[in-house]
């Protein structure tokens, strides 16, 4: 489906709406613009473009029918953070038009975030609803997130690389960017209005890309033929914003009339061992790493096992019991978990981790699936795989099926939030990067960025 932001354009109005009227859009001590959107447009409509929604059925498996979701149709960002991207830069645009105030967005990202923040400001300047006198954004990221980031031409270009620097952080904890971020805003935000003009807007707020998410439901109802049977949705997840989307999205169209099908919603949520924390915290109540099972080692397979009675919520096997799969998946205590919690209390559902040995180890048999939906991408050689979420997400599902996690008469639909190899994208040159050690670093950077 080309534009799925365009078509449902009132559907994510009717979101905004839904979250405004139950005081769920939240508020903090830093600037954020409105949640009015700009009117529909043949500019809006050329910039919405790249959120592009595809799928289909892909068969069945062990009698379960599987669907798939592909929200990678993006070729400048392969991942489902277009969508939240675009609606975050289509509020500063109508901030800027209702106000004249010019917006700087400032985002902390493990890369996917970055990259797809940055694509949608650049989308803007193309279709000539900003320029960098009116938008900008800085963006940090972890250095071990380096082999994830795209190169664009937005860094061609001395002026707008000027204006939309790209910060990095050599730390041991890729999760202090948020921190350093943060810390930022506070240091600076104020300096820069008052020099500038420049509102500086913190962007890491699960509701920006919740609203973006509710495409999914309307896109599923529209073209994935949702019945009688209950559906399960399975997603590499985080924070698992994705997921109160679609269920956001949902229950809209069930209270509209527009959602027809009988059939009940259940919500698989897919990790790796190094942050389980949504797991753990639907299985034990609780987010840390000791919930884990016990694992040792097994000298027939050179793997770590679980030991003793397996649960089959975690990998029977992995290489190592901290392993990190994919880089995106960085986040420890989500804010999101209570969250989670009521989602899966209110409509059922449960949690699964998968490692990277069962990942390789069905990689062709999901290659081979996913191909019948249309999504033939992923490279022969794994090796080659620069983002797992797709694959994650489909061998969770078919891990959960053989662990008898899903019943027989109920199916399951899969959601390809990011898949991207190597030469889908070059990666930046350190010399456009700039090093970020503390909140003061960042701060240089935004008041860098405004006075560019």
């Not at 449960?350 to 999901?366: N, P, W």
């Amino acid at each position: 489906m080309d534009n799925a932001l365009s078509r449902y354009y009132d559907g994510i109005k009717a979101a905004v709406e839904e979250l405004r009227n139950t005081r769920s859009l939240g508020s903090t001590e830093w600037f954020q613009p409105g949640w009015d959107l700009p009117e529909p447009s043949e500019q809006l409509e050329r910039f919405f473009a790249a959120a592009e929604l595809s799928g289909g059925s892909l068969g069945e498996y062990r009698g379960r029918p599987l669907w798939f979701l592909n929200m990678t149709e993006n070729p400048r960002t392969r991942t489902t953070k277009t969508f939240g991207s675009l609606l975050i830069v289509a509020r500063a645009l109508q901030h800027t038009a209702a106000t004249g105030e010019p917006v700087l967005l400032l985002t902390p990202s493990a890369a996917n975030k970055a990259v797809a923040l940055r694509d949608a400001v650049l989308r803007a300047y193309e279709t000539g609803l900003a320029t960098p006198e009116t938008l900008r954004v800085t963006v940090v990221v972890p250095s071990s997130s380096l082999p994830k980031l795209w190169d664009s031409p937005m860094l061609a270009n001395p002026a707008y690389a000027a204006a939309n620097p790209i910060g990095v952080f050599d730390g041991s904890e890729r999760e202090d960017v948020k921190k350093l971020a943060t810390g930022a805003v506070g240091l600076v935000a104020e300096e820069i209005r008052q020099a500038t003009g420049f509102r500086v807007w913190y962007t890491l707020d699960p509701n920006n890309y919740m609203v973006a998410d509710v495409v999914r439901a309307y896109y599923e109802r529209d073209a994935l033929t949702p019945g009688e049977r209950t559906r399960w949705h399975t997603h590499a997840v985080s924070s698992a914003y994705g997921f109160l989307g679609h269920d956001l999205g949902r229950r809209l169209a069930k209270r509209d009339g527009s959602w027809t099908a009988t059939g009940h919603a259940r919500y698989l949520f897919v990790q790796h061992l190094e942050t389980p924390d949504l797991v753990t915290g639907l299985r034990f109540g609780e987010s840390t790493e000791h919930a884990l099972p016990d694992y040792e080692f097994d000298s027939d397979t050179g793997l770590m096992k679980q030991a003793g009675q397996t649960d089959p919520r975690f990998p029977s096997v992995c290489y190592s019991t901290e392993e990190r799969l994919e880089r995106t998946f960085y986040t420890r205590r989500p804010p999101t978990i209570p969250r989670v919690q009521e989602l899966v209390t209110r409509q059922g559902g449960d949690g699964i981790v998968v490692s990277l040995h069962e990942c390789l180890q069905r990689y062709q048999e999901v290659r081979h699936l996913l191909a019948k939906g249309g999504m033939t991408r992923l490279p022969e050689d794994p090796r080659k795989l620069r983002e797992f979420a797709m694959v994650m997400s489909t061998v969770g599902a078919l891990t959960a099926i053989d662990r008898g996690l899903v019943p027989e008469d109920e199916e399951i639909l899969i959601h390809g939030s990011g898949a991207y190899s190597e030469g889908e994208f070059h990666s930046p040159d350190r010399c456009n990067l700039t090093p970020v050690a503390v909140p003061e670093d960042v701060a240089a950077l935004l008041r860098e960025a405004a006075k560019a």
